[in-house]
């Protein structure tokens, strides 16, 4: 993915996380480019604690914004913080 209209986006996850994958998913639909981070890797898990105070999977920082949590609670933080609007929301809740 390589969508340079959106501010940069970094995402840690962990592989069995339900939320992890709605998040990338929704990402991919909207193409939005990130980079993903395993947080079960030891070092990545302390860059993201570090770096976000966070310990809990999905992270996402969309530049120097912070979101964490469920993905349905980081959603409507995540459409404004990428300029999504309204029509996007809608469309990605189907």
Not at 19 to 48: S, V
Request: hydrophobic share 40%.
């Amino acid at each position: 993915m390589n969508n340079t209209s959106h501010p940069q986006v970094m995402v840690y996850t962990t592989p069995s996380c339900p939320d992890c994958r709605l998040l990338k998913d929704w990402l991919e639909r909207e193409a939005i480019a990130f980079e993903e981070r395993d947080l079960t890797d030891p070092e990545i898990m302390a860059q993201a604690k570090a770096r976000t105070g966070v310990r809990v999977a999905p992270i996402t920082l969309v530049q120097d914004q912070v979101f964490y949590g469920t993905f349905a609670a980081q959603k409507p933080g995540l459409v404004h913080a990428l300029g999504l609007g309204p029509a996007a929301a809608d469309k990605s809740a189907q």
